[in-house]
């Protein structure tokens, strides 16, 4: 069963970079497309970004200009930065997999990690 | 860029009911790529529907999805406590795109 677990730090300073990284077990990180989504609190899903293992991305366009993601298959693991952060980034992130086999659905989540941006 | 627009923002319904949600997308989209989630307080979004109707591994059959062109359908039938929750539906056209959702309250 693919288990998906973010991590990195909860607490981020404003104008920082934020940085996690969701390792996947369970499964290979081959053949999927890895995304990462937001949500702040009492708000909706934000689709951030996703990356493939051939390392292409696709980024949401309203974050674009401050999103970088990463995969690293050797450790089955992908990751996210977003630079330049305020307190509008605070949220939970969730790494999840699109499914091309279904479409592309996010199959599968993980728990979601809280970042907080605050001095 | 495809905008999802979900209604009702809350749907307050009793246990037995039936609640028919609404998502419309801002064009004609492929239903292929038309899916549904729910997400309980605390929990992360969880796969329901994909492919406009296909149900999720596990999902029961009171969940189902419907719909063409611009306008989708979740209906879920003889509600029961558990069902409260947040829905949101999403579209992937080379990237992801989210309604932002509809809450069912059971009374």
């Known amino acids: 069963q693919v288990q998906l677990q973010e991590s990195g730090p909860g607490l981020v300073k404003p104008s920082e970079t934020l940085s996690l990284t969701c390792t996947v077990s369970?499964?290979?990180?081959?053949?999927?497309?890895w995304s990462w989504v937001r949500q702040p609190a009492g708000k909706g899903l934000e689709w951030i970004g996703r990356?493939?293992?051939?390392?292409?991305?696709t980024y949401n366009s309203s974050l674009k200009s401050r999103v970088t993601m990463s995969i690293d298959t050797s450790k089955n693991q992908f990751s996210l930065k977003l630079t330049s952060v305020t307190a509008a980034d605070t949220a939970i992130y969730y790494c999840?997999?699109?499914?091309?086999?279904?479409?592309?659905?996010?199959?599968?989540w993980g728990q979601g990690t809280t970042v907080t941006v605050s001095s | 860029e495809i905008l999802l627009t979900q209604s009702p923002g809350t749907l307050s319904l009793s246990p037995g009911e039936r609640a028919t949600l609404s998502c419309r997308a801002s064009?004609?989209?492929?239903?292929?790529?038309l899916a549904w989630y729910l997400q309980k307080p605390g929990q992360p979004p969880s796969l329901l529907i994909y492919?406009?109707?296909s149900r999720a591994t596990g999902i029961p059959d009171r969940f189902s999805g419907s719909g063409s062109g611009a306008d989708f359908t979740l209906t879920i039938t003889r509600l029961e406590p558990e069902d409260s929750a947040v829905y949101y539906c999403?579209?992937?056209?080379?990237?992801?795109?989210f309604g932002q959702g509809t809450k069912v309250e059971i009374k």
């Open positions: 990356v493939y293992i051939s390392g292409s991305t």
């Open positions: 064009q004609t989209v492929s239903s292929n790529y």
């Open positions: 492919g406009a109707s």
């Open positions: 369970g499964d290979s990180i081959n053949n999927y497309f």
């Open positions: 999840a997999r699109g499914n091309p086999y279904i479409y592309f659905s996010l199959d599968v």
């Open positions: 999403q579209y992937y056209g080379n990237l992801w795109t």
